[in-house]
């Protein structure tokens, strides 16, 4: 596959869109800020390819209708409503046969299930603690494991619905945190034996048997942080409560098992591209899978995959030729930028 400059459309949802529509600061953690979208167009047209923004689902929806068309699409949307919120865009593209970077449907709406996500791991053989998915506080009152428990959201993001309050020590006041969590995001709650030990972030590139480690970082909070969660409040605030350590297999032979488990679990799932997985240890030091994000983040300074690139010495341009360079195995092999795609320029 060359590497010849190509037409690439840009899907994403604007925080400050949603923002100016009276939602929440917590109601739009996932979407993206302007700069990251400044800085993927920037880093795209660097490397030699054409631009054209066309927004969130919605406006994808009536760019196609009018007959525009791309030779690749990158896709960052999170979109807004659902469990297949993630899914929207990419199975648009996929009906009028446009590429584009990143998963597909179906593991777009499988990894954003965190409960479902863990059923796969969990029957591929690839470690994962203990955990069940209530629907009810009384569901959560027979929760067949032993505390202390960590509980989250289903299908959230970036920390949303996570704090200190998210590990309970005690059997009793499960149902009852549960109601909580139930109440504010009226969607199940994933409950799991909470993990004591160290937590990592592992970025991956490139997609099944092409996949590789790009890095990881140990997860390290300050004092100051809200303590033993990489919370939500945590997150946004990470330049003055985190501290991100890159690790090494060769220093370090735990890394060598986090970083198997974390490939293990990308191919497994089918993820492509890029993307970042979620690993913490037991009690008695053992790497867990904790969940995957196939949609990462991609602030060139503020999100994790790029931080962990930049740890690595990748910089933000290198890191964005990675990912299209791997999407770029999906283009029609004999397929030319097409004459149809540069009849409709943006409006």
């Given at each position: 596959m060359d590497h010849r400059p190509i037409r690439i459309g840009l899907t994403y949802d604007l925080r400050s869109d949603y923002l100016a529509q009276g939602y929440s600061e917590e109601e739009t953690a996932e979407f993206d800020r302007d700069e990251t979208i400044d800085g993927i167009?920037?880093?795209?047209?660097?490397?030699?390819?054409?631009?054209?923004?066309?927004?969130?689902?919605?406006?994808?929806?009536?760019?196609?209708?009018?007959?525009?068309?791309?030779?690749?699409?990158?896709?960052?949307?999170?979109?807004?409503t659902g469990i297949g919120r993630e899914a929207q865009v990419p199975a648009l593209l996929d009906a009028y046969g446009i590429p584009y970077t990143f998963s597909d449907?179906?593991?777009?709406?499988?990894?954003?299930?965190?409960?479902?996500?863990?059923?796969?791991?969990?029957?591929?053989?690839?470690?994962?603690?203990?955990?069940?998915?209530?629907?009810?506080?009384?569901?959560?009152?027979?929760?067949?494991?032993?505390?202390p428990y960590f509980i989250k959201p289903v299908a959230e993001g970036t920390g949303k619905g996570i704090s200190a309050r998210s590990?309970?020590?005690?059997?009793?006041?499960?149902?009852?945190?549960?109601?909580?969590?139930?109440?504010?995001?009226?969607?199940?709650?994933l409950v799991e034996r909470f993990l004591p030990g160290r937590e990592f972030t592992v970025?991956?590139?490139?997609?099944?048997?092409?996949?590789?480690?790009?890095?990881?970082?140990?997860?390290?909070?300050?004092?100051?942080?809200?303590?033993?969660?990489?919370?939500?409040?945590?997150?946004e605030n990470f330049e003055q409560l985190v501290r991100y350590r890159r690790m090494r297999p060769e220093e370090d032979p735990l890394i060598a098992a986090v970083e198997d488990i974390a490939l293990r679990a990308w191919r497994t799932l089918g993820c492509?591209?890029?993307?970042?997985?979620?690993?913490?240890?037991?009690?008695k030091g053992r790497p867990q899978f904790m969940e995957v994000n196939p949609l990462a983040g991609l602030h060139p300074e503020h999100s994790d995959l790029p931080i962990i690139a930049s740890l690595v010495g990748v910089s933000f341009d290198r890191l964005v030729?990675?990912?299209?360079s791997s999407a770029a195995q999906r283009l029609p092999v004999s397929a030319a930028p097409s004459d149809h795609a540069h009849r409709h320029r943006p409006q």
């Open positions: 167009e920037s880093a795209l047209r660097r490397l030699g390819h054409t631009t054209d923004r066309i927004g969130h689902v919605r406006r994808l929806v009536e760019r196609l209708a009018a007959g525009h068309r791309w030779d690749l699409v990158f896709n960052i949307a999170e979109g807004l449907p179906l593991v777009m709406s499988l990894t954003l299930h965190k409960g479902l996500t863990k059923r796969v791991i969990r029957d591929a053989g690839i470690p994962t603690c203990a955990f069940v998915t209530v629907a009810s506080p009384e569901e959560a009152s027979g929760v067949g494991f032993a505390p590990i309970v020590r005690r059997r009793r006041d499960l149902p009852e945190a549960c109601a909580r969590l139930l109440q504010a995001y009226r969607q199940p709650v970025g991956v590139t490139g997609t099944g048997d092409s996949a590789q480690v790009l890095g990881t970082m140990e997860v390290l909070l300050l004092p100051s942080a809200e303590p033993g969660v990489y919370s939500y409040h945590n997150k492509r591209d890029a993307g970042r997985l979620d690993l913490r240890c037991d009690a030729a990675r990912i299209i």
